[in-house]
């Protein structure tokens, strides 16, 4: 299912209606090209079941009624296997941020890709790609259906292929480690975190020891700083960090991001101990891409028999469908910040052998004519205890 939307009248800034729909329209068939001057086609997963009326509207995207939330957790509902869905459809000028542009963006290459990338390719200096400009100055812009991987270049022994990387997405919030000070904590009851005990003391702390605070905010803050002091035994596996918003939280996470083998208990009745395992091992993902034709405006002047005869073409620009597993796409994942990327089939389960929270997506255009993202969905499921 496609929903075409007027362009005119699309607010990139992400202000509620956020377009005029024009009508909807089944997905059309691989090579099939289509005519979209003055729209743009937003592009349902298949098997989401979505129904569009005179309510249905864009933004706010993060709204769990509109248009995109509804598409994505509708092809979440038909995968039960998995708990988590994340989206983006390059609707408004903030989704331009969720892009890595710098030199050090990871990439993936031969040295760190499995299967290993063809030693045919070369990763560029810099992700070649062609996109509005970030939020704030000196330019803004995301215009749907806009985004584009460029083709590969050739003016090198070895072709530097066209790419997209994202931005690194954490996952930790999906899957939280923590542990919460709700009552009196009392000497010399203790944390445990991967078989070392972390002490509550009344007085001045010695290794391995925290000082009880007057308040359990305080008592939070002692357990964070006691976990991330070098000279205690924790901070080589494991980093704490006052929740903003809950300061009697310490969340935890683990180091390095794949390290999935810390266990953290307590003894002490004032203190709740949330114990989950962030990130994943596991994703699947769906995607849409097209690629784009442009006729010529094409008008004759001086006709013999007059202003009304001759050609009077206008410029048409069209959408042509593309097997989401065209050999031109290749398509990469990594949980651990670009250190290692997994090729990912489109719509199939893929084992990334090591747990991460930092999770990445890299969009690889090894062909001749650019390709266009219209959006992609990631599944992933939650992970069983330890941290």
Same mark, same amino acid.
Request: charged share 15%; net charge negative; with cysteine.
């Given at each position: 299912?496609?929903?075409?939307? *007027?362009?005119?009248?699309?607010?990139?800034?992400?202000?509620?209606?956020? &377009?005029?729909?024009?009508?909807?329209?089944?997905?059309?068939?691989?090579?099939?090209?289509?005519?979209?001057?003055?729209?743009?086609?937003?592009?349902?997963?298949?098997?989401?079941?979505?129904?569009?009326?005179?309510?249905?509207?864009?933004?706010?995207?993060?709204?769990?009624?509109?248009?995109?939330?509804?598409?994505?957790?509708?092809?979440?509902?038909?995968?039960?296997?998995?708990?988590?869905?994340?989206?983006?459809?390059?609707?408004?000028?903030? *989704?331009?941020?969720?892009?890595?542009?710098?030199?050090?963006?990871?990439?993936?290459?031969?040295?760190?890709?499995?299967?290993?990338?063809?030693?045919?390719?070369?990763?560029?200096?810099?992700?070649?790609?062609?996109?509005?400009?970030?939020? &704030?100055?000196?330019?803004?812009?995301?215009?749907?259906?806009?985004?584009?991987?460029?083709?590969?270049?050739?003016?090198?022994?070895?072709?530097?292929?066209?790419?997209?990387?994202?931005?690194?997405?954490?996952?930790?919030?999906?899957?939280?480690?923590?542990?919460?000070?709700?009552?009196?904590?009392?000497?010399?009851?203790?944390?445990?975190?991967?078989?070392?005990?972390?002490?509550?003391?009344?007085?001045?702390?010695?290794? *391995?020891?925290?000082?009880?605070?007057?308040?359990?905010?305080?008592?939070?803050?002692?357990?964070?700083?006691?976990?991330?002091?070098?000279?205690?035994?924790?901070?080589?596996?494991?980093?704490?960090?006052?929740?903003?918003?809950?300061?009697?939280?310490?969340?935890?996470?683990?180091?390095?991001?794949?390290?999935?083998?810390?266990?953290?208990?307590?003894?002490?009745?004032?203190?709740?101990?949330?114990?989950?395992?962030? &990130?994943? *091992?596991?994703?699947?993902?769906?995607?849409?891409?097209?690629?784009?034709?442009?006729?010529?405006?094409?008008?004759?002047?001086?006709?013999?028999?007059?202003?009304?005869?001759?050609?009077?073409?206008?410029?048409?620009?069209?959408?042509?469908?593309?097997?989401?597993?065209?050999?031109?796409?290749?398509?990469?994942?990594?949980?651990?910040?670009?250190?290692?990327?997994?090729?990912?089939?489109?719509?199939?389960?893929?084992?990334?052998?090591?747990?991460?929270?930092?999770?990445?997506?890299?969009?690889?255009?090894?062909?001749?004519?650019?390709?266009?993202?219209?959006?992609?969905?990631?599944?992933?499921?939650?992970?069983?205890?330890?941290?």
């Amino acid at each position: 299912m496609r929903i075409f939307t *007027d362009i005119a009248s699309h607010d990139t800034t992400g202000v509620a209606p956020g &377009g005029r729909i024009i009508r909807t329209d089944s997905t059309p068939d691989v090579g099939e090209s289509t005519v979209v001057n003055g729209q743009f086609v937003f592009p349902i997963p298949e098997g989401a079941s979505l129904e569009i009326n005179e309510n249905s509207f864009w933004f706010p995207q993060a709204n769990a009624d509109s248009i995109p939330s509804r598409a994505a957790a509708e092809f979440l509902i038909r995968y039960p296997m998995y708990d988590h869905v994340l989206f983006n459809w390059y609707l408004e000028n903030v *989704d331009a941020d969720s892009f890595d542009l710098s030199g050090a963006a990871p990439q993936p290459t031969t040295g760190n890709t499995t299967p290993v990338l063809p030693t045919s390719l070369v990763a560029p200096s810099v992700p070649r790609c062609l996109i509005g400009g970030p939020t &704030g100055a000196p330019t803004v812009g995301m215009a749907p259906n806009s985004l584009a991987i460029l083709p590969r270049s050739d003016r090198r022994a070895a072709p530097v292929y066209g790419s997209l990387v994202t931005t690194t997405v954490d996952l930790w919030d999906f899957n939280p480690c923590y542990v919460e000070v709700t009552g009196a904590v009392a000497n010399p009851e203790v944390v445990t975190l991967a078989g070392l005990n972390l002490t509550a003391v009344a007085g001045a702390p010695g290794v *391995d020891e925290f000082l009880i605070g007057g308040t359990a905010a305080a008592t939070a803050t002692n357990i964070a700083n006691a976990i991330n002091l070098g000279t205690n035994s924790f901070s080589g596996f494991v980093a704490a960090t006052v929740d903003p918003t809950v300061p009697e939280r310490v969340q935890l996470r683990p180091v390095p991001a794949t390290n999935t083998a810390v266990t953290v208990t307590t003894t002490s009745s004032g203190i709740t101990v949330v114990e989950s395992h962030p &990130g994943t *091992d596991e994703v699947m993902l769906w995607w849409k891409t097209v690629r784009h034709t442009v006729t010529e405006d094409t008008v004759s002047a001086n006709h013999p028999l007059g202003a009304n005869f001759g050609a009077n073409d206008p410029a048409l620009k069209s959408a042509t469908e593309m097997d989401p597993d065209d050999p031109d796409l290749l398509v990469y994942v990594s949980v651990d910040d670009g250190i290692s990327w997994y090729r990912t089939p489109y719509l199939e389960p893929i084992d990334l052998v090591n747990a991460g929270t930092e999770l990445r997506v890299a969009f690889i255009n090894t062909g001749t004519d650019r390709i266009y993202l219209q959006g992609f969905c990631v599944l992933f499921p939650d992970l069983l205890p330890p941290l």
